[in-house]
């Protein structure tokens, strides 16, 4: 299990315990501040940043925060196991993934509350790529002063009820809420980030890993 995450902004990339060029998938990234195409060049041997204008490229409004990549490996059929009881091949869990994730994508999902998924690769030996907006700072690294704190902390735990209603209006459960999850802008406003990971993976059942953390699951 490997997960990686890069955060873009502008014309920089900073990535967070991972190397960007162990990736074996190239992702276009538009920029709306610069107007131009952010290459992420992810084969091994190339420049990780090549950018090229776009000729009156219009970059939606919600590329104007930052965006993360994230990477992991569905889990492979057992080599005893290539075709189901009907004789049809076994179709692999990465592709399970990649259909699931695109009601991901969907304008159902679209709240103030929520990290957008922007697009989910399919790349080779069942790995997926995830492309994510990432709006905020973690919980874990916000500083909420003594001055209307109880005010700002029912605040943000509203913004968090609300994100979760209208995830379970849609079918959907967040396996994995926890604070590094839980992203808080400046103005305390609220972004629920990750929360289709146990969606598109069957309820799991397309991965080896757990998802979650068994710290803030329910009893």
Known sequence: FFLSVVVVRGE??????CNISQLSRQKWVFSGKIRRVMRITTA???QQHQQQPIRGAMAPAKLNYRISVSTFFAKSHP???CCGSNGLPLTPNSIGIYGR???LKGE???HENLCQYLDVVRGKHERTIIVQEYAGSPLTETFIGENNKQETLLRVGFQVLRAL??????????RNLEP???LISRDFGVKLY????YYMTHSGKYVSFPIGNVKYHAP
């Open 101 to 103: 994730s695109q009601k």
């Open 165 to 174: 209603d209208h995830l379970n209006r849609e079918g959907l459960m967040c």
């Open 44 to 46: 091994p041997g190339e």
């Open 180 to 182: 590094v999850h839980i």
């Open 194 to 197: 990750n929360y289709g990971l």
């Open 12 to 17: 920089r990339e900073i990535g967070k315990n």
């Open 79 to 81: 080599s005893d196991e």
């Open 108 to 110: 159902a999902l679209r």
